[in-house]
């Protein structure tokens, strides 16, 4: 008993000896315009990811460590209408374009395990297990008329945080593959292709009106996903398909 508790003591010890720790950085930025030739419609998005990251390699191919930090979404639509009208204040007011945005923003957390099964020169070839957990904040929606003759913005955020709530979680699982190429012994970059990723992601809002006798209200999506099947509605908040990390082992 004595000399496999030593044994494990040894193995774990040559281990933890062979490990070396890992700290970076983390980015990635998408924008994305659809829009009608025939007019001046178009839609337009954007993510923007930004996080921290700490790990350690232990041995020559197994790699792991967490992620963790900012993102924003942005959607942008113009629609133009030559023949709308609205009512306010008794008079009628010719509308002739039609803007508005939504976006949200906050944290997320991503647990990582990375495989190296390719090796050619100073490039490595990984195979990537990660778990998300995001916590964003209630949707911002702005939204603009412009009146024939002159502008007539109208702002407003919903819900409005004064009197409402909105929460808003999910968490996924995913595989995807990332290349790593070594300038140095302990300077390296990592691209995370997430647009070739295969996952599933579960998200759950949870909209809260404050008002006595009115429970609050769950909308709860869930999807498999693969490659460019990321672009689905319920990936709307989902991080950059391209992320871009620098690295440094001790």
């Known amino acids: 008993m004595k000399k496999i508790a030593v044994l494990l003591v040894a193995v ?11 700290v970076g950085v983390q980015g990635g930025f998408q924008w994305q315009k659809s829009s009608n030739s025939r007019t001046d419609d178009y839609t337009s998005s954007n993510h923007t990811v930004g996080g921290l990251q700490l790990g350690y390699k232990i041995g020559q191919k ?6 963790g930090g900012y993102m924003d979404a942005t959607y942008d639509t113009l629609l133009t209408l030559d023949k709308h009208y609205f009512e306010e204040v008794d008079m009628v007011y010719p509308i002739k374009d039609h803007y508005f945005r939504t976006s949200r923003s906050g944290w997320y957390v991503a647990p990582q395990v990375k495989y190296e099964f390719l090796r050619y020169g100073n490039m490595h070839f990984n195979i990537m297990l990660q778990g998300q957990l995001r916590m964003l904040s209630p949707i911002n929606y702005q939204e603009h008329f412009y009146t024939v003759d002159k502008p007539n913005p109208n702002e407003y955020q919903e819900p409005d945080p004064t009197d409402d709530n909105t929460s808003y979680m999910s968490w996924s699982v995913s595989m995807r593959p990332t290349l790593v190429y070594e300038f140095s012994r302990h300077l390296s970059v990592e691209l995370s ?3 070739l990723s295969v996952g599933y992601i579960d998200e759950t809002e949870t909209y809260d009106p404050k008002l006595s006798g009115v429970d609050p209200i769950k909308t709860h999506h869930q999807n498999f996903y693969a490659g460019l099947n990321s672009f689905t509605e319920t990936l709307r908040w989902e991080n950059s398909l391209l992320k871009l990390g620098f690295l440094w082992t001790f």
């Open 193 to 195: 292709l997430d647009l």
């Open 62 to 67: 197994l790699y792991v460590g967490v992620v």
């Open 12 to 22: 774990a010890f040559a281990t933890v000896s062979q490990a070396q720790f890992v």
